[in-house]
């Protein structure tokens, strides 16, 4: 029995797909966001709604790269943990992989009070590629899955407001460049976790922010906020407005009791408390609270259909029961942004723990006394005005408070910036040790005015794209490799023109062309010109294959992420022997990923090769990065033959149009 609360580094194994190498190719364009809107859907919101949605949408995942080096196969894994414990509960936190909590257990009643997944499985779903399901994330940056979902935090014992031990997770959120901070601590002999949130702006000018707290519980529950209205996102790009819980025929609380995946953004008026429960047939379950700043509460479920099915089989194990989603954030959707003024902050309080009411409330039909009776035992477990309390004492004597024991690094690139800028953040020190390979080049043009050369040859390092580094590689010394990085942030800052002309420039006099070439042919297919797209995706794909030293990690993941995106190109444009050309020069085990797989079907049916595409497709073959939402599996199955689409390949998150 643990009687003091208590902070404790612990290693957590599960059967574990390896992350892989990130994409070294710069994401001009950002992945495929299911969350997005047209104009016409926009019509009838509440204004400042409108504007939010409409604030500073993400043109590009610059200057993060794109996780989709990992795979499918899983072994037993040893992953770094922090155990967070008091008498009554015990959380789990993956420092290493976005500082997710893991598990929240109540040690009393020995319930896991979220869904806790048995595997880690990274699939498609963050902005960035690799997430995983389960637990409770800390979603930063932009609409979706945060960029750091697999991604280490710094991580620190802290003390508390009472004193004890707090476990501090922060990191410099780079789509936004933003630091933040997430205190999580168990006040001594209390049944809910608290977690401190603090964003800020160290800048002169006001960024757009967004924040959801995402937590997976068992979808066998009823999920109740003090809402009668919700907007309806479901995957056909439109939001409505819909009554809570009745919508379409069916009480929507329930999140079986539909058929394909749905959000729904629940309308909390003004002045209610800011809570959100999942509770099962028998009354128990979690409930998450908060300050008022986080207003924003909503139920992702993923439906009782075929395609919800098969992607919660997809990110876990055979048998592993479903989950639905529990979450909490900054507006009243996920498609907004909010402006975070110049040398601002923002921050708020959360609290995560069991609650037990009477289950023919909760279950029965009258959705105003279900609310009532949920929302009065929330007020007795855990009163609204001891939450405003704790979240004082947590600014007054713990926010800023310095580590006192290291427990975890997350990377350099918050060094870099505070090296760069000299800000201050109390709390959160981004030491100068912390700089590593990749920050190196960088802190070489911070120091000298000069980006430096490789020393070897080997694929560029990432860019950065902010506007004070723009400035300093347009005043470098023009060389090719500086040129390279100055276009891809200028195309960030949405100069296109000008970004093509520094990669030309850079062309000219480059030992290593396919860089270059590559981000030619992006610009030349997101300006209309698909053949010449093709024949420079053609030529910087030779020119990798000539200048390639080995087969490593790092030319395997050149290799593979450029053939992909040039024999789509060139099959976009009907150059079925120039995709072919670019297949055949692929190793066998690159050939062999699912992806790939996917590709050469596409190549055989540009070829009228219908039968060997289809005995692909009979063979069985899993796309390890299929990305959340996409339709493509139906939708080349469909140019083969009438048939339905086999169940192993049912991902539709939305019905057939």
Same mark, same amino acid.
């Given at each position: 029995?643990?009687?003091m609360t208590?902070?404790?580094?612990?290693?957590l194994?599960?059967?574990?797909?390896?992350?892989?190498?990130?994409?070294p190719?710069?994401?001009?364009?950002?992945?495929?966001?299911?969350?997005?809107?047209d104009?016409?859907?926009?019509?009838?919101?509440?204004?400042?709604?409108?504007?939010?949605?409409?604030?500073?949408?993400?043109?590009?995942?610059?200057p993060v790269r794109?996780?989709?080096?990992y795979g499918?196969?899983?072994t037993?894994?040893?992953?770094?943990?922090?155990?967070?414990?008091?008498?009554r509960l015990?959380?789990?936190?993956?420092?290493?992989?976005?500082?997710?909590?893991h598990?929240?257990?109540?040690k009393?009643?020995?319930?896991e009070l979220?869904?806790r997944n048995?595997?880690?499985?990274p699939?498609?779903f963050a902005?960035?590629?690799?997430?995983?399901s389960?637990g409770v994330?800390w979603?930063?940056g932009?609409?979706?899955?945060?960029?750091?979902?697999?991604?280490?935090?710094?991580?620190?014992?802290?003390?508390a407001?009472d004193?004890?031990p707090?476990?501090?997770?922060?990191?410099?959120?780079?789509?936004?460049d933003?630091?933040?901070?997430?205190d999580?601590?168990?006040?001594?002999?209390?049944?809910?976790?608290?977690?401190?949130?603090?964003?800020?702006?160290?800048?002169?000018?006001?960024?757009?922010?967004y924040?959801w707290?995402?937590?997976a519980?068992?979808?066998?529950?009823?999920?109740?906020?003090?809402?009668e209205e919700?907007?309806?996102?479901?995957?056909?790009?439109s939001l409505?407005?819909v009554p809570?819980?009745e919508?379409d025929?069916a009480?929507?609380?329930?999140?079986?009791r539909?058929?394909?995946?749905?959000?729904?953004f629940?309308e909390?008026?003004?002045?209610?408390?800011?809570?959100?429960?999942?509770l099962?047939?028998?009354?128990?379950?979690?409930?998450?609270?908060?300050?008022d700043?986080?207003?924003g509460?909503?139920?992702?479920?993923?439906g009782?259909g075929?395609?919800?099915?098969r992607?919660?089989?997809?990110?876990?194990?055979p048998?592993t029961p479903?989950?639905a989603?529990v979450?909490?954030?900054l507006?009243?959707t996920?498609?907004e942004?909010?402006?975070?003024?110049?040398?601002?902050?923002?921050?708020?309080l959360?609290?995560?723990?069991?609650l037990?009411?009477?289950?023919?409330?909760?279950h029965g039909?009258?959705?105003?006394?279900?609310?009532?009776?949920v *929302?009065?035992?929330?007020?007795?477990? #855990?009163?609204?005005? +001891? $939450?405003?309390e704790?979240y004082?004492a947590?600014? /007054? @004597? %713990?926010a800023d408070?310095?580590?006192?024991?290291?427990?975890?690094?997350?990377?350099g690139?918050?060094?870099?910036?505070?090296?760069r800028?000299g800000?201050?953040?109390p709390g959160t020190?981004?030491?100068e040790?912390?700089?590593?390979?990749?920050?190196?080049p960088?802190r070489?043009l911070l120091?000298?005015?000069?980006?430096?050369?490789p020393?070897?040859?080997?694929?560029p390092g990432?860019?950065?794209v902010?506007?004070?580094?723009r400035?300093?590689l347009?005043?470098a010394p023009?060389?090719p490799l500086?040129?390279?990085?100055?276009?891809?942030?200028?195309?960030?800052?949405?100069?296109?023109?000008?970004?093509?002309?520094?990669w030309?420039?850079?062309?000219?006099l *480059?030992p290593?062309?396919w860089?270059? #070439?590559?981000?030619? +042919? $992006?610009?030349?297919?997101?300006?209309?010109?698909? /053949? @010449? %797209?093709a024949?420079?995706y053609a030529?910087?794909?030779?020119?990798?294959?000539?200048?390639?030293?080995?087969?490593?990690?790092?030319?395997t993941?050149?290799?593979?992420?450029?053939?992909?995106?040039a024999m789509?190109?060139?099959?976009?444009?009907?150059?079925a022997?120039g995709?072919?050309?670019?297949?055949?020069?692929?190793?066998?085990?690159?050939r062999n990923r699912?992806?790939?797989?996917l590709?050469?079907?596409?190549?055989?049916?540009?070829?009228?090769?219908?039968a060997?595409?289809?005995?692909?497709?009979?063979?069985?073959?899993?796309?390890?990065?299929?990305?959340?939402?996409?339709?493509?599996?139906?939708?080349v199955?469909?140019?083969?033959?009438?048939?339905?689409?086999?169940?192993?390949?049912?991902?539709?998150?939305?019905?057939p149009?």
């Amino acid at each position: 029995m643990v009687d003091m609360t208590t902070v404790r580094r612990a290693v957590l194994t599960l059967p574990a797909a390896p992350l892989g190498p990130d994409n070294p190719l710069p994401a001009l364009r950002p992945l495929d966001e299911v969350h997005t809107l047209d104009e016409q859907a926009k019509r009838g919101m509440p204004r400042d709604m409108a504007r939010q949605i409409g604030y500073e949408p993400l043109r590009t995942l610059l200057p993060v790269r794109v996780r989709d080096g990992y795979g499918r196969a899983r072994t037993p894994t040893g992953l770094d943990a922090v155990v967070v414990e008091n008498d009554r509960l015990r959380a789990t936190v993956l420092p290493g992989l976005g500082g997710r909590v893991h598990s929240l257990h109540h040690k009393p009643t020995g319930r896991e009070l979220v869904y806790r997944n048995p595997v880690f499985q990274p699939a498609d779903f963050a902005l960035n590629g690799a997430w995983y399901s389960g637990g409770v994330e800390w979603n930063i940056g932009a609409t979706g899955h945060t960029t750091l979902s697999c991604s280490p935090l710094h991580a620190a014992v802290v003390p508390a407001p009472d004193g004890g031990p707090m476990l501090r997770l922060w990191e410099w959120e780079r789509l936004r460049d933003v630091p933040f901070q997430v205190d999580l601590w168990l006040p001594e002999h209390s049944d809910f976790l608290y977690v401190g949130v603090r964003l800020r702006n160290p800048h002169e000018r006001p960024v757009p922010v967004y924040w959801w707290s995402n937590i997976a519980v068992p979808e066998d529950r009823r999920v109740l906020a003090p809402a009668e209205e919700a907007w309806h996102f479901g995957y056909e790009r439109s939001l409505r407005r819909v009554p809570v819980p009745e919508c379409d025929g069916a009480d929507r609380t329930y999140p079986l009791r539909g058929e394909y995946p749905a959000d729904y953004f629940y309308e909390v008026p003004d002045g209610e408390r800011k809570w959100i429960a999942a509770l099962d047939e028998d009354g128990h379950g979690l409930a998450q609270t908060s300050t008022d700043v986080l207003r924003g509460r909503k139920l992702f479920l993923w439906g009782a259909g075929p395609g919800g099915r098969r992607w919660q089989e997809w990110l876990t194990e055979p048998g592993t029961p479903g989950y639905a989603e529990v979450q909490a954030g900054l507006a009243r959707t996920q498609l907004e942004h909010v402006k975070l003024e110049a040398e601002q902050e923002l921050s708020w309080l959360e609290a995560y723990g069991p609650l037990s009411a009477e289950p023919a409330a909760v279950h029965g039909a009258d959705w105003g006394a279900a609310r009532a009776e949920v *929302a009065g035992r929330l007020e007795e477990a #855990l009163p609204r005005a +001891a $939450v405003e309390e704790a979240y004082t004492a947590w600014r /007054e @004597r %713990a926010a800023d408070a310095e580590p006192v024991e290291s427990l975890a690094t997350g990377s350099g690139w918050g060094a870099l910036e505070v090296l760069r800028a000299g800000c201050k953040l109390p709390g959160t020190p981004f030491d100068e040790s912390t700089l590593g390979e990749e920050q190196a080049p960088w802190r070489e043009l911070l120091r000298t005015g000069v980006l430096p050369v490789p020393r070897r040859v080997v694929p560029p390092g990432p860019t950065l794209v902010a506007p004070h580094w723009r400035d300093m590689l347009e005043t470098a010394p023009a060389e090719p490799l500086t040129e390279y990085h100055l276009g891809v942030a200028q195309w960030h800052a949405g100069d296109l023109a000008q970004a093509v002309r520094s990669w030309e420039r850079g062309l000219q006099l *480059a030992p290593s062309r396919w860089p270059l #070439l590559r981000c030619l +042919a $992006v610009a030349d297919r997101e300006g209309g010109h698909p /053949e @010449r %797209a093709a024949e420079r995706y053609a030529e910087a794909f030779a020119d990798l294959c000539e200048e390639r030293r080995d087969d490593g990690e790092a030319w395997t993941a050149a290799t593979a992420s450029l053939a992909r995106e040039a024999m789509g190109a060139l099959l976009d444009v009907g150059r079925a022997d120039g995709a072919r050309q670019v297949w055949r020069a692929l190793w066998p085990a690159i050939r062999n990923r699912g992806a790939f797989r996917l590709m050469e079907i596409q190549l055989l049916i540009a070829e009228g090769d219908l039968a060997s595409a289809r005995a692909v497709f009979d063979e069985g073959f899993e796309v390890a990065d299929l990305r959340e939402g996409a339709e493509v599996l139906g939708e080349v199955w469909a140019r083969l033959t009438r048939e339905p689409l086999p169940e192993r390949y049912e991902y539709r998150m939305r019905p057939p149009e």
